[in-house]
């Protein structure tokens, strides 16, 4: 099922036909989806391009097309998972080999580094337009909305739940040929609109980690700091959701009801719970420095 948006492509070796490698594809594929997923957060964020100010809409199907085009570009060649929370997802329900899950994470890595910095050579004048150095670093990672650790993981994690339902609900189905990227696509569209606007969605730790990297390395004019401290939150969040996203479908849908199931819907629960119980007792506290100052 781990490649269910992967075309049957016919390889003969003896008429010396090209075959991609799945570590240069995911390399690529992931390139790809960054060039175009950050691409089109500069146009809208960064001073002084056409698009700036078009808004969250349009991010979020600019983000959905980068994904479809990631897909279409290497699908034929590795599975187009280009995100570590799919291949680890797949992985744990045997859907793809444990052997291969460094290669792939290390090639997805590699890759959005790589688009990143073409993202930033794209806008290269708008670097110092732009005062706003969360916008700058916006192009690259996201941020969320209202800085709460225990909920900020929780929204990642719901959002890549989302993702692998998703993506295991399209493999159950058949669709014309060639139709799938454009579903996955329209996917991503509407995890960035009905659960984006929290964390800015990452659900993906390889988008995130490495165009924060690159923005870490790279001369950007008056760009501030990589905000390290939150950059934990869209990778173990995604990770956790992709998992549990991929078991869940597994336990509920084709009856596997393993150990690991158990245990991470354990961990969820604790999760949910925790973040709850922290919200409310900072509404609490805020409750009462009200009722202080107005006594």
Known sequence: MWVFYRWQLTINEHKGVFYMSEFLAELIGTMILIIFGGGVVGGVVLKKTKAEGAGW??????????VALGVYAVGNFSGA???PAVTLGFAAIGEFPWADVPLYITAQLIGAMIGAAIVFFNYLPHWKETEDQGAKLGVFATDPAIRSPFSNLISEMVGTFALLMGLLFIGANEFTE????IIVGALIIAIGMSLGGATGYAINPARDLGPRIAHALLPIPGK???DWGYSWIPVVGPILGGIYGAVFY???FLGNFGALFWIMSAL?????IGAANAELKKGKSTANKVEQKIS
Do not use: Q
């Open 81 to 83: 998972h280009l995100n």
């Open 57 to 66: 809409v349009v991010i979020t199907i600019g983000w959905g097309l980068a």
């Open 224 to 226: 501030g700091g990589s």
């Open 250 to 252: 597994n336990a509920m």
């Open 178 to 181: 060639g139709l799938n990227p």
């Open 268 to 272: 969820v629960a604790i999760l949910f």
